[in-house]
């Protein structure tokens, strides 16, 4: 019987929500416009600072989703890893050993851009090469050596994971898991493939951007507009119309590229789901001008 472990979550998930209340609030305080001279100069600086803050938030968002999907599934026929979009399945023969990093006389170096309670990503390290990391504390570190790769996680209970894998090897394997990777360019291979899903993620990407374009420029240029309301309100007002448009893509986006790379979902309804991301940025891209007007 397999056995399913998971790292700590409750750093990493108290760091993204301080960050998260950081940049909104960051992003509200850019999106107020200030009124008086000098509006249109500020312009380039605000769709600068605006860009930057969401992309802080995509990748904050995206490593809560690692944090919250990682798990670690040991069993007679081996070790499968999954986090994000990530998935290692790794026969039971070809685990070479698996050791805490407190055994080793050298610091293991973390990814760049770790933060507390979310290790996630690639380092070179000296004497080993590539090391993955899928873990969320650092002080109980293991790691996996398997032909000739490694990876670095945290479970949970790791003294309980150790005992398990060394009966398991010690076993052995009746039947071996069947080695399988699935990455980002797993599915970005996938998408190259199919015109259509190709064709509405660019579309998706491009309404998003012109969305937020438009907001910036609305913004910049007008000091008020006519709210759903009927009430003249602040410029800044149309980047909440900019910001449920991101939201909805993103939900879209995320929901379509996890049943597209694990399948439960028919790819019509992927479709229909992506283009949804589309007809929903255009419509609020009309719905600013014509609060503008």
Avoid: C
Wanted: proline share 5%; no cysteine.
């Amino acid at each position: 019987m397999d056995t399913e472990f998971s790292p700590s979550k409750q750093l990493g998930l108290w760091v993204s929500a301080v960050l998260l209340v950081t940049i909104l609030a960051l992003l509200f305080v850019l999106v107020v416009n200030p009124g008086g001279i000098g509006i249109a100069l500020l312009l380039p600086w605000r769709i600068a600072a605006g860009a930057l803050l969401s992309g802080l938030l995509l990748g904050l968002v995206s490593r809560v989703y690692r944090l919250l999907t990682t798990r670690y599934i040991l069993g007679r026929g081996g070790l499968a890893l999954h986090w994000g979009l990530r998935r290692e399945v790794i026969p039971m023969p070809a685990v070479q050993w698996i050791r805490p990093v407190s055994d080793f006389q050298t610091r293991l170096p973390r990814p760049v851009g770790a933060l507390p309670g979310m290790i996630f990503g690639a380092r070179n390290v000296p004497g080993l090469g590539p090391v993955e990391y899928a873990a969320s504390d650092s002080s109980s570190l293991l790691l996996v050596a398997a032909s000739g790769r490694y990876f670095a996680i945290s479970p949970r209970d790791p003294e309980t994971f150790l005992g398990l894998y060394e009966r398991l090897s010690e076993l052995g394997s009746l039947v071996s898991y069947e080695p399988h990777s699935e990455s980002l360019d797993t599915l970005r291979k996938k998408i190259w493939q199919d015109k259509i899903a190709r064709g509405l993620l660019a579309g998706g990407f491009a309404a998003g951007l012109l969305v937020l374009a438009l907001a910036f420029a609305l913004a910049g240029t007008r000091a008020e507009i006519t709210w759903t309301t009927l009430e003249r309100v602040g410029s800044g007002q149309v980047f909440l119309l900019a910001f449920f448009s991101l939201f909805i893509w993103l939900l879209n986006l995320g929901v379509g590229l996890y049943f597209y790379l694990r399948g439960g979902m028919e790819k019509a309804m992927i479709y229909l789901l992506w283009a949804g991301s589309i007809l929903t940025s255009l419509l609020l891209a009309a719905a600013m001008l014509i609060l503008a007007l």
